[in-house]
């Protein structure tokens, strides 16, 4: 039986999302370029990818998702997205650390020859989050 493709989700850019359908070394991705709120249109992109590529999401063997480190929202959009696709579809989620090298098939590969987790994936963060207390509202 041929190797399933995965799907491959980097939100840990700026100003850009990244998804891809990888099968071996033929990779079929989708470049984003977006604005402050429009992180949350990841699923839109997903759903073009898999329009693009004539894949079906339940065609999909696992999820490689680039868990951090990068802007605090913009990882938890894309791990929360892996993890629950993952779940919906029963495939494995890798998470990957952020890496300089743009060969997303390399990157999936390599990945995939370690063993996924039993727990979901983890956001990687570059340092503590800064919450802040909420405010006093006066009435």
Do not use: C, W
């Not at 891809?20 to 079929?28: D, T």
């Not at 929360?80 to 997303?104: E, Q």
């Not at 370690?114 to 990687?124: C, E, F, N, Q, S």
């Amino acid at each position: 039986m041929a190797d399933k493709p995965s799907l491959f989700i980097d939100t840990t850019a700026m100003n850009e999302i990244m998804v891809a359908i990888v099968k071996g070394a033929a990779v079929k991705q989708i470049h984003q370029p977006i604005g402050f709120e429009e992180r949350d249109d990841l699923l839109r992109y997903i759903d073009r990818l898999v329009k693009l590529s004539r894949t079906p999401l339940d065609q999909i063997g696992s999820i490689i998702v680039i868990r951090g480190p990068g802007p605090f929202t913009a990882i938890r959009v894309g791990v929360t997205v892996a993890n629950a696709l993952g779940l919906a579809f029963s495939v494995p989620v890798y998470g990957a650390n952020k890496v300089d090298s743009t060969d997303i098939a390399r990157i999936v590969s390599k990945v995939k020859l370690t063993a996924p987790d039993k727990v979901p994936v983890r956001p990687l963060y570059d340092r503590a989050p800064n919450i802040t207390k909420p405010k006093i509202r006066k009435q």
